[in-house]
């Protein structure tokens, strides 16, 4: 089974931010690197939120997978803000 750990999610903008923490596997995560995601218009109308994941805008959070799947069960994968993992563009 592959364990899921805590992951904090950020872009910071001139007019505003994205921001997440979110439970994943590194395999997840991993995937994610190079990856488009789109958000829409998350920090107010025209603001289109979109680009690619790179590395170093995700981070690992130090709990360990017990914890995590404990409050999980509770909160689900999405703890707070944005789950990258749900905005994924898909390739036409």
Do not use: C, Q, R
Not at 1 to 6: D, F, S, T
Not at 42 to 71: C, F, M, Q, R
Request: hydrophobic fraction near 35%; aromatic fraction near 14%; glycine fraction near 14%.
């Amino acid at each position: 089974m592959n364990e899921k750990y805590l992951w904090k999610f950020g872009w910071g903008f001139s007019y505003g931010n994205v921001e997440g923490l979110f439970v994943a596997t590194e395999e997840e995560v991993a995937g994610l690197i190079g990856k488009e995601v789109y958000f829409g218009e998350i920090n107010g109308k025209h603001s289109e939120v979109y680009g690619e994941i790179e590395e170093g805008e995700i981070k690992k959070v130090g709990l360990d997978p017990e914890t995590v799947a404990k409050v999980s069960a509770v909160l689900g994968d999405t703890w707070s803000g944005y789950n990258p993992l749900h905005y994924v563009e898909e390739a036409e």
